[in-house]
């Protein structure tokens, strides 16, 4: 059963809740996401050097499963990434994560192309 969620915010420094409804609206969102990679036939795979965060060899692996179902992948590896540059590729119909958890679901981020969870 979902539950409300309290959170402590570091930045403002106060606790916030989470409703319900906050985390329905969530999955629903991760949903959508989820089917439009699936319809996707052109996928951006996210990869950061940055220590800890960089999983290249899991990217690799993806690109070829992507790559057998007859689609295309394509790698983008950068130090920091910034999600704001991904509309300067209005191909890429979907993108996978590979680096930090938090990119795609940072309330602040509106992109339109599809932004799955990392490996």
Excluded at 46 to 55: A, E, F, I, M, W
Excluded at 73 to 102: G, K, M, Q, S
């Amino acid at each position: 059963a979902i539950k409300d969620v309290m959170i402590w915010d570091p930045i403002a420094e106060k606790m916030k809740s989470i409703t319900k409804n906050d985390i329905l609206v969530q999955l629903k969102k991760m949903k959508a996401n989820l089917k439009r990679y699936i319809m996707a036939r052109t996928v951006g795979i996210l990869v950061t050097v940055k220590p800890g965060q960089q999983y290249l060899e899991n990217a690799l692996k993806l690109k070829d499963m992507i790559e057998k179902k007859e689609k295309k992948a394509y790698i983008f590896i950068d130090d920091t990434l910034r999600l704001d540059l991904l509309e300067n590729y209005p191909f890429i119909e979907a993108w996978v994560n590979t680096a930090c958890p938090r990119i795609g679901t940072d309330d602040h981020v509106h992109i339109g192309q599809a932004l799955g969870r990392r490996l």
